[in-house]
């Protein structure tokens, strides 16, 4: 049982940060209607940052934090309105799949960058770790939960309250009525790539801090398994993003804690697991949990 609790806790705890990362996406589909594929670039890029200035010595962890925050933001408000935005306009699905290719370039230049090394965060809690009723959790873990469930409260809020999350529902629902009422989709989808930009970049810290090593050039692949989160919600459904994230996190997390239980799937299969619930999602659902279902007229 003890067991059971503490994987329980790591779930919900990694199921935050792929929130963090499936609302990035989904922020992103909802504004501009494209798949952002670089997402997992943008997490990089926040993380390298962060490891680089933080290394350094000479700047406080939190302000690496911040500047790392800054530079995912940037980046991917670069790629947007530069790469991505005049492409959308003629074709989203050129620009979705044009994404892939930013997200190969950018990833090859850090991780030219890293090279052979594993790149330590440098943060304040390292691999310290709290016993609760018998239960050992990494300091890291619980920081993550805690500013996961902050800024998704945030963003709730921030999108159910703001002029800007307001207009950003406008332009999801009917683009054209939208318009028409003065929303500029253009800078709705530009705040969203930058909002997408901050929030993976606030993933890249806890993904790479205890347990995980570092920044290394796998890292990346992290930032892959939320996007079975996104589907697995919905990809236009921003609460069904914080379900997806919580889901494919509790699942990860179990069948890697189970592993010797369940070894004859194979060696390292939790990192699979975030595709096969979202298999089995799909040939349910296959709009996912709260996406919205498509009408076809026979």
Do not use: C
């Amino acid at each position: 049982m003890a067991q059971l609790l503490q994987l329980l806790v790591s779930g919900v705890s990694l199921g935050a940060v792929y929130a963090l990362l499936a609302l990035g996406f989904v922020v992103v589909y909802k504004a501009s209607g494209v798949v952002n594929f670089a997402h997992p670039a943008l997490l990089m890029v926040g993380a390298y940052v962060t490891a680089r200035l933080s290394a350094a010595g000479d700047v406080p962890f939190w302000a690496a934090v911040l500047a790392g925050i800054g530079g995912g933001a940037a980046v991917s408000l670069v790629i947007q309105l530069l790469l991505v935005s005049p492409v959308a306009r003629r074709s989203v699905v050129a620009a979705s799949i044009m994404t892939i290719g930013v997200d190969v370039v950018v990833q090859t230049e850090i991780n030219r960058r890293i090279g052979a090394d594993i790149l330590p965060m440098g943060d304040p809690w390292q691999n310290s770790v709290i016993t609760v009723a018998g239960l050992t959790i990494p300091q890291t873990r619980i920081v993550a939960l805690v500013v996961g469930l902050m800024l998704i409260t945030a963003f709730f809020a921030w999108f159910k309250l703001s002029t800007w999350g307001i207009a950003m529902r406008a332009v999801a629902e009917d683009p054209e009525t939208a318009a028409l009422m003065g929303v500029r989709r253009s800078r709705v989808s530009a705040l969203a790539w930058g909002l997408a930009g901050l929030l993976a970049a606030v993933a890249g810290l806890f993904v790479t801090v205890f347990p995980a090593p570092g920044l290394e050039p796998v890292t990346a692949t992290v930032a892959l398994r939320a996007f079975p989160a996104a589907i697995i919600g919905g990809l236009d459904s921003t609460g069904g993003a914080v379900v997806g994230g919580l889901v494919v996190g509790m699942a990860e997390v179990l069948t890697q804690g189970y592993a010797s239980e369940l070894s004859f799937l194979g060696l390292g299969f939790h990192s699979a697991m975030p595709y096969v619930v979202m298999v089995l999602v799909l040939l349910a659902r296959p709009s996912g949990l709260f996406g919205t279902r498509e009408l076809h007229r026979v």
